[in-house]
């Protein structure tokens, strides 16, 4: 009985620990458009800076910043830059998940459609 007893008290403590712990990632913005410009400039200076059409003004809570940037030293940059130029080149929809980082918004996830 004592065994059953301990036995739900921790699946109720996980199931309550898995209810708030919520989110995994929150996002300070999520936006989608077409890519209007594409930046590209010194590694550590928002190397790469993309555009959406349709979108202006703030693109993240915090931020002024109209564009979503990465630097040569982000993972997978290389693979962000193929896929946006890609989306550029295809007029193709994208999707940017972005972070505030020291008042701009950083690119932390691509969905290219």
Same mark, same amino acid.
């Given at each position: 009985?004592? !065994? *059953?007893?301990?036995?739900?008290? +921790?699946?109720?403590?996980?199931?309550? +620990?898995?209810?708030?712990?919520?989110? %995994?990632? +929150?996002?300070?913005? &999520?936006?989608?458009?077409?890519?209007?410009?594409?930046?590209?400039?010194?590694?550590?200076?928002? /190397?790469?800076? &993309?555009? *959406?059409?349709?979108?202006?003004?703030? *693109?993240?809570?915090?931020?002024?910043?109209?564009? $979503? =940037? *990465?630097?040569?030293?982000?993972?997978?940059?290389?693979? =962000?830059? +193929? /896929?946006?130029?890609?989306?550029?080149?295809?007029?193709? !929809?994208? /999707?940017? =998940?972005?972070?505030?980082?020291? $008042?701009? %918004?950083?690119?932390? =996830?691509?969905?290219?459609?």
């Amino acid at each position: 009985m004592v !065994r *059953l007893i301990r036995r739900g008290l +921790a699946s109720t403590l996980a199931a309550a +620990a898995v209810v708030a712990s919520g989110p %995994c990632f +929150a996002w300070d913005g &999520v936006v989608s458009g077409t890519v209007s410009e594409v930046d590209v400039t010194a590694g550590n200076n928002f /190397a790469l800076r &993309v555009f *959406l059409s349709g979108v202006s003004g703030p *693109l993240c809570t915090g931020s002024t910043s109209s564009f $979503g =940037y *990465l630097n040569n030293t982000d993972s997978n940059y290389s693979t =962000y830059v +193929a /896929a946006v130029m890609m989306a550029k080149a295809t007029g193709a !929809r994208v /999707a940017m =998940y972005l972070t505030l980082v020291s $008042g701009q %918004c950083q690119i932390g =996830y691509l969905a290219v459609s």
